[in-house]
């Protein structure tokens, strides 16, 4: 069983800056494809950005292209999640989630992330 743990969410003005981290258990980690997804009030919960399981490729909603910027560190098992240039739309739960068989399976508990005008 995979668990996922985010940290570094909070409170940040417009045009601020957040990080954010997720710390994997289990041995799959470095083999799997990784994502960040977030779910803002009244919303469906939707794509941020992704990155497979060597971080030799990344991909991002057009929303937060330019902007956000996903990374990993197997050695350590964490993905990451350097958000620039925040804005008060990008205020959302936001979710770790691990690929298994091409689907995202693991999920972690979910992080708030507040940007305040």
């Known amino acids: 069983q995979v668990q996922l743990v985010e940290s570094g969410g909070g409170l940040v003005q417009a045009g601020g800056s957040l990080r954010l981290s997720c710390v994997a258990s289990?041995?799959?980690?470095?083999?799997?494809?990784m994502g960040w997804f977030r779910q803002a009030p009244g919303k469906e919960r939707e794509f941020v950005a992704g990155?497979?399981?060597?971080?030799?490729?990344?991909n991002y909603a057009d929303s937060v292209k330019g902007r956000f910027t996903i990374s990993r560190d197997n050695a350590k098992n964490a993905v990451y999640l350097q958000m620039n240039s925040l804005k008060t739309e990008d205020t959302a739960v936001y979710y770790c989630a691990g690929q298994q068989r091409s689907v995202f399976a693991y999920w972690g508990q979910g992080i708030q992330v507040t940007v305040s005008s």
């Open positions: 990155i497979i399981w060597n971080g030799g490729s990344t």
């Open positions: 289990g041995r799959t980690f470095s083999s799997s494809t």
